[in-house]
């Protein structure tokens, strides 16, 4: 090797790392990051290694000599490239073996020893290299540091290399070392010159020039560096994922164009030229018709009418024009495309025409052709003309069905009338049927006859094969698990299907019926198709299905037999292989049946695959039936190994039977060497070496082994570390036999030998092969004795090593509490030592050892203290008088010398103050390391107009933390130990606080904020409230400035140390105060104005307020404002013209309305509509007052003049009660005075029965009600009269008559409203509205009202037109009146006594004598309540039904109603089944049914506060109650549908009474707040309740019930539903005869629980079955597996049945009893039924069983036999046990 230079280093020692990208510090520090290159020394390549490639024919050239830096192949000077410090070279990895930035060491991830296994080259370069490199070259990278390290003199001359397969690395200069025997392909070679790519024939790689294929070693190294570094850049770091991803997208794509191509081109009639244009323009105009748009949603909130109107005019002004339009140009491209086909079809009619009538057109161009060829073509094109003209006319057919169900108007279309033929129309004879009632009831009779034989007839049809081919998935029915015998199942069913749809039959008698097929099959003919075509894949899959199963199987058996042949054809060769091969001899003999099973199986698919694959009529069979060839190769292969199999098991049972001998006597001569080596060690253990503890000469360790039995080991010469090397030893010698033993032992189990016991050699090392247990009690001894010697040096080896590392070691590193554990443990241990052995010297010195240590511990604890700091051990060094510097080390041992134990108290009270102050420091340190991480919530503001708007969120973990660290900061800083860091916790302390502060400010203006926010956003108020307005936007922008703040550093710490921030909160908080006051005092200005405003809460006035621009969105709010407005009418300049009621009554300016001497008064209109809304507000209200003035004046002038009966028709129903009332107090004070009370008393009986006539005639829904509720006024005014007349009363200042409502016509007018008690706030608020609007307020339940209501009543009686009410000058109005209602309590409530429905019938009967009333027909709701019970399955008992259409009545005839009954009595099931029925009619459009919605609340579950709503008592502020929600949205909701609340819960005094107003006839829920719900009309609130015990009279008075009883349901009900939720495999018998068990024991059981049995708590019958039904369902789960449930032969499962339910009858009706006796009673019942033998027993009250209903006819029994033997045993002492079935 030794030869010229191919290139020389000069000038320096060390190279850098560079990039020729860069040269600066910033591009060094960007190449830092490349992970492929290292770190390495100085490189001296050696001359000699580059002279190997000088002289090299292949065309190498001398390398130019590089003086002071490195030259290139050009000759172009380069940068260096690797530096001697490993820490200054950028883009690299730190050199093998060098230390990490962390104190880690790098450690390559390459394995140890690349090529092992593949040859011995690696081998012989790793024996010969330098030690240091030894088994760490794996990488390029590694090679060029060794050469870089070793240069010329390198022992290793050159390298062999593969491309490394990293993952996600696809660098081609990462490298790694292979053996030259493991090359593949092309590999690299690498020496000291550079590196060469070759192949594997050993030439280089055939490239050009000679630079392409030889790399210098710098240029490499260099070349990666920059490959790393522009890998690193975006454009080549994804080139070459993305450029993959582009070509796969683009082949992608193609792929799918050409599919969907293909599949237009053969499929869809929109390609077929003709037909192309037109049908395409007909997709444009529906798809714009798509995207025509019926609702246009605008950006700006609107009112509901106003969305509305907006609406509309989307609808009629331009959604309807443009879908007209369209519809119009679809009918002309119909009628174009109509055209095309007449005109296609009719010229193929007349091709097909001209060729049948003359086929020489086909032959006249073909003379030269044979006839029969010419016959054939004729024949074949006129059948193909045929079949187009055919499939053209279906597909048009088709095309139209399907195009006419989509766009149902263009049969309207000119273009499709001739298609259709008009039928006339006969005579309407609907109205003669339906009035001929035999023919109603015959049809009937009829119809059901028909039906039942159609339904007959449907189950004979095709309908299991439908629901197939409708259900079908191909791959769903592939993943479904079959054997054989399920593919045998589904293979048979399809092929019978198949059949069955191929000889479909032409006809058949069903019943009354003859069900014929021709026209069917010509209907469905298409179906048949689908149906058959549907079969056809079904079969196919089925048969792709058993192909890979067979076939799987198959493999499997094939290539078990193959392992189990290749197996027994291996011969061992030692007595281990030959006890292996023995044994799968053995398994193989054992388990060869079911081998020969496993071949049968594969067999039997490949004969039934080759049955089958026949049948399947599919058009493409690939095999013709029969099986694949890979599958025939497989089978044939699979019939040779079995033979195999046989064989090589045969011969291998030979085998082993022949060498079982010779094994035999190998293993007992491995036996007797075992033996001698126990001998041996017995030996070992007895003589005397493990007592020695002293410390033993070093040169003595080499001879132990040879002195073992010499006796020197009785001096007490060794030591604890030596003796424990010794005791190894020995231990593994005796785990050694104890291996032996164990395979020994299975080999004589193997042979069928004679077993010894072994044992464990660990416990007792039994009988060894055929010796006796006294033959081992020696080695037994020894093993003990070798374990006690173990244990002892164990722990003193462990103490004197742990005591002298703890005395010598730095106090600062100790652990006491590992100290004390380990002390602890080693005492353990000796003491249990020392009780065993007390003369043993070696556990005497340890005990010697703990004892003395002892002494020390305390010191040990003291000075490890981890709360020492410096300033402590200055004092501690200060008390031993001994110098400390800051830092010292010193040790235990140290402070011993230096006499601390003499000082010791003192050193223990520095400690004890070091260690109050760690603790303090340590909560103090815990305290702020609990807000690490922690952050404000902070939320952005959903649907805000302004995006970035944030508020906090929920601050509770803040507030309880901080709550918890204030205490503790307060009390850390009063306590003295605190000294050493005060400032820091006062500073804390600081924090804390201004964190409080900062809480309670920020929450407080975000809750304004949030409530003002919306407020000020509107223009309008903003322009009514401009100051207010300019401090609010001040506000807002600290506010949004300050949560942006927050939203981008949410840590909460930070926040917290920024006071200025509290001082702005403090501010906003100020103005938002001022903002409040100037609001309320704005919102107390507009009530005063108009004090009807005063009834409503603060957001609604403020809605209203905030639309002066529309007022029309002050709509919705009327209502509670005005009672009887419910709309304004306005024209199209806001101009109001008129007041509509809910009634659809109308007071309007532009029609007369009411005549009054012959003058015309009209309602006038309101122009003022705009600006301010309390002036135009108010204004409404004087015309609401003019109008109900004028037309009630106008009614009592009528009244005089008019028919009564007449003029009860004519005018509003006000106005009907209102004069009604007036003029019967005028009269029947005109008839007391007059003495004529008896005259008065017949008129009103005579006014009331022409009321009655009228109601018997047809009314309007307006009339009806007026009537109905004037007949009870009517009513109740001639039972007063009549009071009058039998009381003789002649004066009208008659108390009698004072006490009656008496009705006078004045001038004032007033509305009524009712409310229970409030707050006083809203109190106040109520009264103000009260005094000043003129209204009437009913106070119920006012007991303790305060006297404001007093000074209202006084300041009305003094006639003053205003006062001053809590600081407000008030107007008063004199019409308005309190009414306050006084109760003493509701002690002696009770439930009524009768029932709503017998009163009713009494008072129709009184006013329309002789009436009979004819029963409802319910036909059509009991039919779907038939039919809803099956779907929830109920039992649709006729209880059940009668008492769901006593509610389906109660919920028409009243909007308050009480479901009432105890559980069990089908309460819940009633109203859930009716609401069902009423959905389910309506969907059948039945009677006008429309659908029921509940929901339900228990209102005993929450507080009045959580039902109703409540004031905050901080804040005032209001919070609704989950039935203020629910009652608001359900009566907002606008469709007509029924809507049902339900209160399911007790009903008590507490809650019910501020439900009075709601059930009464106002309707309405008066909320605390002032806030007023009504309820709609199609509402209605009903009340589930167990009993009425504490219900008040005036909330039963109130309700409509509707009374459930449990007994009259019985519970047989729940039973039979709760069977239907059985398992459906149970048998259908095994479930009859549950059901007779229940029906034949469950009535006597329940009638002596009643009878003869004291009960531990009250119980129902209904809740003692369910408690068996659940006890039956809970101990038979194993019937609910089909699997499981399968593996039960049927008399097991009516064993389980009976068993089971005796068992949990017992503890269920049996278990309710309360004393033993009553258990021993019920015993000697049960057991005497469930024997028959009832009739013979007497129960303990004298009861005779023995009635029909205790002993039914024709009962089932049972066979098991459940009760004990033991006649002292009862049945509560039996049970079933399913494993044994006993």
Request: glycine share 6%; net charge negative; hydrophobic share 40%.
């Amino acid at each position: 090797m030794d030869g010229p230079s191919a290139f020389d280093i000069t000038g320096r020692e060390d190279w850098h790392i560079a990039s020729n990208l860069a040269s600066s510090r910033d591009a060094d520090k960007t190449c830092h990051s490349c992970s492929h290159l290292r770190l390495y020394h100085s490189l001296n390549i050696s001359q000699s290694i580059a002279s190997r490639f000088a002289g090299r024919p292949t065309g190498h050239t001398r390398l130019p000599n590089i003086k002071g830096s490195f030259v290139g192949m050009q000759g172009a000077p380069q940068p260096p490239i690797i530096s001697l410090d490993a820490m200054q070279r950028p883009g690299t990895l730190p050199p093998i073996g060098l230390p990490l930035p962390n104190g880690e060491i790098y450690e390559s991830p390459m394995p140890v020893n690349p090529g092992r296994g593949e040859g011995d080259s690696f081998a012989a370069l790793m024996s010969v290299i330098e030690p240091e490199f030894k088994n760490r070259i794996f990488t390029g990278m590694d090679i060029v540091e060794y050469y870089a390290t070793c240069g010329h003199g390198a022992k290793v001359k050159m390298f062999h290399c593969r491309q490394a397969r990293i993952p996600g690395n696809d660098s081609p200069y990462e490298l790694e070392v292979t053996s030259k025997e493991a090359v593949r392909g092309v590999y690299y070679t690498m020496s000291a010159a550079g590196v060469v790519q070759m192949h594997m024939d050993g030439s280089p790689l055939d490239v050009t020039p000679l630079q392409d294929w030889f790399t210098p070693l710098q240029d490499w190294v260099r070349e990666q560096s920059i490959f790393n570094r522009m890998k690193k850049m975006p454009f080549f770091r994804t080139y070459r994922p993305l450029r993959m991803f582009r070509l796969w997208r683009a082949g992608a794509r193609a792929q799918n164009f050409e599919k969907v191509r293909k599949k237009i081109e053969t499929r869809m009639f929109l390609a077929k030229p003709d037909f192309c244009y037109s049908l395409m323009d007909i997709q444009s105009k529906m798809h714009e018709m798509r995207l025509t748009k019926l609702v246009d949603i605008g950006d700006k909130p609107l009112m509901l009418a106003d969305f509305s109107r907006e609406q509309e005019d989307v609808r009629k002004n331009r959604a309807t024009p443009r879908i007209g339009g369209l519809a119009q140009m679809v009918e002309r491209s119909l009628s174009r495309l109509i055209a095309d086909v007449k005109k296609y079809e009719g010229e193929l009619r007349r091709e097909v025409s001209d060729l049948e009538q003359d086929p020489a057109n086909l032959t006249s161009n073909s003379a030269s052709r044979a006839v029969v060829r010419v016959k054939t073509d004729r024949l074949q094109k006129a059948k193909d003309l045929r079949q187009a003209q055919q499939v053209l006319a279906s597909e048009m057919i088709d095309a139209l069905l399907q195009m006419i169900r989509v766009f149902p108007r263009v049969l309207y279309s000119d273009a499709y009338k001739p298609l259709f033929i008009e039928t006339p129309k006969g005579p309407e004879m609907a109205g003669l049927i339906k009035s001929f009632k035999p023919l109603q009831a015959a049809r009937r009779n009829c119809g059901e006859a028909i039906n039942g034989s159609y339904e007959t007839a449907h189950d004979k049809a095709i309908r299991e094969i439908d629901q197939f081919c409708n259900a079908f998935n191909p791959s769903e029915y592939s993943n479904v698990q079959r054997d054989i015998e399920a593919f045998k199942r589904d293979m048979g069913q399809l092929q019978a299907w198949m059949d069955k749809l191929t000889a479909f039959v032409v006809g058949e008698d069903v019943g009354m019926l003859h069900v014929s097929a021709m026209d069917l099959q010509g209907s469905l003919l298409k179906t048949l198709e689908r149906a058959i075509e549907t079969l056809k894949r079904a079969m196919e899959t089925l048969k792709v299905l058993l192909t890979n199963a067979a076939h799987a199987e198959g493999s499997r058996v094939l290539e078990l037999f193959q392992t189990l042949s290749t197996s027994l054809t291996v011969r061992p060769s030692n007595l281990d292989e030959f006890s292996g091969f023995f044994r799968k001899v053995a398994d193989s003999l054992s388990n060869q049946e079911q081998y020969d099973t496993d071949h049968k199986t594969a067999l039997a698919m490949y004969d039934m695959l080759v049955e089958y694959a026949g049948k399947i009529p599919v058009d493409d069979q690939e095999y013709g039936g029969k099986i694949p060839p890979a599958d025939q190769v497989l089978l044939d292969d699979m019939k040779e190994v079995s033979t195999m199999f046989v064989r090589a098991m045969n011969d291998a049972q030979g085998y082993a039977d022949d060498k079982k001998d010779d094994q035999l006597d190998d293993l007992k001569a491995n036996v007797a060497e075992t033996l001698e080596r126990i001998t041996a060690i017995t030996t070992d253990l007895h003589s005397g070496t493990y007592n020695n503890y002293t410390t033993y000469a070093a040169e003595m360790m080499a001879a132990i082994t040879t002195d073992l039995r010499s006796g020197k080991y009785d001096d007490d010469t060794a030591s604890a570390a030596e003796m424990m090397a010794v005791i190894a030893t020995t231990t593994a010698n005796f785990e050694s036999v104890s291996d032996k033993q164990k395979r020994f032992q299975s080999y004589e189990e193997l042979y069928e030998l004679p077993v010894a016991d072994y044992g464990e050699l660990e416990t007792s090392y039994e009988e060894l092969y055929e010796l006796s247990v006294a033959d081992y009690g020696e080695l037994e001894t020894a093993k003990r004795e070798l374990a006690v010697h173990q244990s002892k040096w164990e722990n003193l080896s462990e103490f004197e090593k742990c005591s002298d590392s703890w005395m010598t070691s730095n106090c600062q590193g100790l652990n006491p509490e590992d100290i004390q554990q380990t002390v602890d443990t080693i005492h353990k241990n000796n003491y249990k030592m020392l009780k065993q052995r007390k003369d043993d010297a070696v556990v005497q010195r340890l005990k010697k050892q703990l004892d003395e240590f002892k002494e020390i511990m305390p010191l040990l604890q003291e000075v490890s203290n981890p709360a020492l700091e410096n300033r402590h051990w200055v004092k501690n060094f200060e008390i031993l008088g001994e110098p400390y510097e800051e830092g010292q080390a010193f040790c235990p041992r140290d402070l011993v010398k230096y006499k601390v134990m003499d000082h010791f108290e003192k050193v223990q009270t520095v400690g004890g103050m070091a260690t109050k102050e760690y603790s303090m420091l340590k909560a103090m340190e815990k305290m702020e390391f609990e807000w690490e991480g922690l952050e404000f919530k902070v939320i952005a503001v959903q649907g805000h107009r302004d995006k970035g708007t944030f508020i906090i969120g929920g601050t509770d973990e803040v507030q309880t933390i901080v709550d918890d660290q204030i205490v503790k900061i307060q009390v850390m800083n009063a306590s003295p130990f605190v000294k050493p860091f005060k400032e820091r916790a006062t500073n804390w302390e600081q924090t804390l606080q201004t964190l409080q502060d900062m809480l309670d400010n920020w929450l407080a203006c975000q809750s304004t904020w949030l409530y003002l926010e919306p407020i000020f956003s509107s223009d309008d108020i903003v322009k009514q409230m401009p100051e207010e307005g300019d401090k609010f936007r001040q506000v807002d922008g600290m506010w949004r400035s300050m949560m942006k703040s927050t939203f981008e550093a949410p840590a909460v710490i930070p926040i917290a140390q920024e006071k200025d921030r509290v001082d702005k909160l403090v501010e906003c908080n100020e103005l938002l105060e001022i903002i409040q006051r100037g609001l309320a005092a704005y919102l107390e200005k507009k009530r005063l104005f108009f004090p009807r405003f005063f009834f409503l809460s603060n957001d609604e006035m403020l809605e209203i307020l905030s639309e002066t621009k529309d007022p029309t969105r002050v709509q919705q709010h009327l209502k509670k404002c005005f009672e009887g407005i419910d709309r304004l009418d306005f024209d199209d300049n806001l101009v109001i013209q008129a007041m509509n009621s809910v009634e659809k009554e109308k007071a309007s300016g532009a029609v007369e309305k009411w005549l009054l001497n012959g003058e015309k008064r009209m309602f006038e209109a309101i122009h003022d509509a705009r600006g301010a809304v309390e002036k135009w507000l108010l204004e409404v209200e004087e015309r609401m007052f003019e109008a109900i003035h004028d037309v009630t004046s106008r009614g009592i002038e009528d009244y005089a003049s008019s028919e009564r009966s007449d003029w009860v028709l004519r005018w509003p129903g006000m106005v009907v009660l209102v004069v009604t009332a007036i003029y019967w107090t005028r009269g029947v004070a005109g008839a007391i005075l007059d003495g004529t009370t008896a005259a008065c008393e017949e008129k009103c009986t005579s006014d009331l029965l022409r009321i009655v006539d009228l109601v018997r005639g047809d009314l309007t829904n307006l009339q009806r009600a007026t009537l109905g509720a004037l007949v009870t006024m009517d009513v109740h005014a001639r039972d007063v009269v009549t009071a009058l007349v039998a009381k003789k009363i002649t004066n009208d200042t008659d108390f009698e008559w004072q006490a009656q409502l008496r009705s006078y016509w004045e001038q004032d007018e007033s509305g009524e409203r009712d409310f229970t008690s409030l707050d006083d706030i809203a109190m106040g608020k109520f009264l103000k509205g009260l005094s000043s609007s003129g209204v009437w307020a009913c106070f119920d339940k006012f007991n303790y009202s305060d006297l404001e209501v007093l000074d209202i009543q006084r300041a009305i009686a003094a006639r003053v037109r205003g006062f001053t009410f809590e600081g407000t000058e008030m107007q008063l109005k004199w019409s308005a009146w309190c009414a306050i209602t006084m109760n003493p309590g509701y002690a002696d409530a009770t439930t009524p006594a009768f029932s709503l429905q017998p009163r009713n019938t009494g008072i129709i009967s009184d006013l329309f004598p002789g009436v009979v009333l004819p029963k409802p027909d319910y036909a059509a709701m009991e039919t779907a309540l038939q039919d809803v019970c099956k779907t929830m399955n109920l039992q649709p008992t006729e209880y059940f039904m009668l008492k769901t259409i006593q509610l389906y009545e109660m919920i028409i005839v009243r909007h308050g109603l009480m479901i009432v009954g105890l559980p069990f009595s089908g309460k819940t099931s009633s109203y859930r089944a009716l609401a069902a029925a009423l959905t389910l009619m309506e969907e059948r459009g039945q009677e006008g049914q429309r659908k029921a919605e509940y929901h339900c609340i228990n209102p005993k579950s929450i507080t009045m506060g959580q039902l109703y709503g409540q004031f905050d008592p901080v804040s005032h502020e209001w919070t609704d109650g989950i039935l203020a929600v629910t009652f608001r949205a359900v009566s907002a909701n606008q469709e007509t549908h029924r809507k049902w609340l339900l209160l399911d819960g007790p009903v008590d005094a507490i809650w019910i009474e501020n439900m009075n107003t709601v059930l009464d006839d106002n309707r309405k829920l008066c909320l605390n707040s002032g806030e007023i719900i009504s309820m709609s009309a199609s509402m209605n609130m009903i009340f589930e309740v167990a009993d009425l015990a504490v219900a008040s009279p005036a909330t039963v008075s109130r309700c409509g019930m509707v009374y459930l009883e449990p007994h009259q349901l019985g519970w047989r009900p729940l039973v039979l539903s709760w069977i239907n939720t059985l398992p459906e495999h149970l048998p259908q018998d095994e479930k009859d005869h549950l059901l007779g068990l229940f029906d034949w024991l469950v009535p006597a059981s329940l009638r002596f629980v009643r009878r003869d049995m004291k009960e531990s708590s009250p119980t129902l019958d209904g809740n003692l079955v369910q408690t068996l039904m659940r006890t039956f369902k809970a101990l038979t789960r194993h019937f609910d597996d089909p699997a499981t449930f399968a593996d039960i032969d049927g008399a097991r499962v009516r064993l389980h049945v009976e068993c089971i339910f005796l068992f949990s009858l017992v503890w269920s009706i049996g278990c309710s009893a309360a004393t033993n006796a009553d258990r021993m009673n019920f015993h000697a019942f049960f057991r005497a039924a469930v024997e028959c033998r009832l009739p013979d027993y007497t129960s303990p009250s004298g009861e005779k069983y023995t009635l029909a209903e205790d002993i039914p006819e024709g009962h089932v029994t049972t066979e098991c036999p459940f009760f004990p033997t033991n006649d002292k045993a009862t049945a509560y002492d039996s049970f079933f046990n399913l494993a044994t079935d006993k």
